[in-house]
């Protein structure tokens, strides 16, 4: 199955140099950004809208949609999530490295299309190599007028900002994120009132949007809404970067259209399992996702509903292939004592919570488990996130808590036998 590529096409047909000016350039680069600033907010919002462009940071929200509902009050501000901190993502960490002009093009068509003169991208703090690239581009893009006073001989004024993060999982969460950039720590704010669209950085309204929504605007100009809508499944329209990782042959970003199974993800797209391996679970979006079991999900059509009905996400589109010889509880453990780290503590249930889950997996793979610990298990996951609902409902400010109840719910719905070998057997039955 080949790719569908746009957001990735620069990288894979220019691989030596799709990261300069002069490779954008002469690839079309930055004539949408020219030609946005004849069209004006109106008729870029309705573009966006039209062409069905969804967020790819992890919630699937409509762009356009939000971009109208920026409050009219002014200053406003763009500010791009490159946090990207989800466990098992990594292509946003591309596109900043490999086409970052092409990032640069997209804020000032968003910054023009909301009426925002300054624009702020919060990279992650580990992504040392990409914030270089991305530095490097947008001074590039000041040095020839496209960034900076009367861009491209407009009267349009447009300052962009490169922050670097400190490293932090919670400021990917976008109201932690504002509150970091401000200065404070990054601990997500209460909702309401702090809709940033509303009230965002400095109490101001703000549109946060993820690298690669971002990266697909110029292509929405160049193509059309109809033209980028065709691209796609009719509810999700474009493509979609899947990071694929784990136990696959070929692991690496692919872009896709939404619409063909995990079946052909995992075995055509990815290159299927090691040899004599069979497929156990996989995760559909991101360690925050409940995971996913070949009897019942491996011919699911991957769209956003399709998942969300079958009781998960696609969230930033991190797929994590686990084969047999995958110890659940261990697993589960690891992607639990992660978000017990990065819990930022400000919730009782999470802060609590997610150590308590992480100590007794912990105490299960290693032999000390009892039976009643599955029951204990369900209960403090419960208190995170009430009735192990999909969506969560959740007792916490933001959604990191429940996340740390994924992984619990899927193993004690689908791998109960192994929990219990576990406990009965006095140890992990895979070593
Ligand atoms: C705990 C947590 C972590 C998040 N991390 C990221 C991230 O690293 N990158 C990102 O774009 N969005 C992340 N999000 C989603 C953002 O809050 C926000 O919805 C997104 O940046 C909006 O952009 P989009 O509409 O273009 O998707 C995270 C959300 C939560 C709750
Ligand atoms: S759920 Fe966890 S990470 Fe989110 S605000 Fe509460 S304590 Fe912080």
């Known amino acids: 199955m080949n790719e569908t590529r ?26 949408q950004a020219r030609r946005s600033l004849q069209m004006g907010r109106e008729r870029l919002v309705e573009l966006v809208k039209e062409s069905g462009l969804l967020g790819r940071g992890g919630a699937a929200f409509p762009a356009g949609m ?4 920026l409050a009219p009050a002014r200053p406003a501000y763009l500010v791009v999530n490159a946090d990207e901190s989800e466990p098992g993502t990594y292509k946003d960490r591309q596109l900043l490295e490999r086409d970052p002009h092409q990032l640069v093009e997209g804020i000032i068509i968003a910054a023009v299309a909301n009426e925002v003169h300054h624009a702020f991208v919060y990279v992650r703090g580990e992504y040392a190599r990409p914030a270089r690239r991305l530095q490097r581009a947008v001074e590039e893009a000041y040095g020839r007028g496209y960034l900076g006073k009367d861009i491209f001989g407009s009267d349009y004024d447009l300052e962009v900002v490169v922050h670097l993060g400190a ?14 950039l401000e200065g404070h720590r990054g601990e997500p704010r209460l909702k309401p009132p702090y809709f940033p669209a509303a009230t965002g950085l400095y109490g101001k309204p703000t549109i946060v949007n993820n690298v690669e929504t971002i990266s697909n605007l110029p292509h929405i100009l160049e193509l ?3 033209g980028f ?3 796609g499944h009719p509810e999700d329209t474009g493509t979609f970067l899947f990071s694929v990782s784990g136990h696959v042959r070929k692991p690496g970003n692919y872009e896709l259209p939404h619409g063909i199974t995990w079946r052909e993800l995992i075995f055509e797209v990815a290159g299927g399992l090691r040899e004599g391996r069979t497929l156990k679970c996989w995760i559909p979006g991101g360690a925050s996702a ?10 699911l059509e991957i769209t956003k509903d399709a998942t969300g009905r079958a009781g998960s996400m696609l969230g930033s589109g991190a797929v994590v292939v686990m084969d047999d010889t995958t110890c659940v509880v261990r697993a589960a453990q690891r992607i639990v004592r992660f978000f017990a780290h990065e819990s930022c503590g400000q919730c009782t249930p999470c802060r609590e919570g997610t150590s308590w889950l992480e100590m007794i997996l912990g105490r299960i793979e290693e032999g000390a488990g009892r039976e009643v610990d599955v029951d204990v298990l369900l209960d403090v996951a419960d208190n995170i996130s009430v009735g192990l609902a999909w969506p969560p409902r959740m007792t916490t400010i933001c959604p990191l808590g429940p996340s740390a109840v994924s992984p619990v719910s899927s193993i004690t719905r689908y791998f109960k036998d192994e929990i ?3 406990i009965h057997q006095a140890g992990c039955p895979l070593r």
């Open 6 to 31: 746009l957001v990735t096409r620069r990288m894979a047909d220019h691989p030596a140099d799709s990261h300069t000016i002069e490779r954008y350039e002469a690839t079309g680069g930055y004539s």
């Open 66 to 69: 939000k971009w109208s509902f």
């Open 167 to 180: 490293g932090a999982y919670i400021c990917g969460e976008e109201t932690a994120l504002l509150n970091s």
């Open 224 to 226: 059309g809404a109809d």
């Open 229 to 231: 809508r065709k691209l």
């Open 290 to 299: 409940p995971w996913f079991v070949p009897a019942d999900h491996l011919d």
């Open 420 to 422: 219990m070998a576990h």
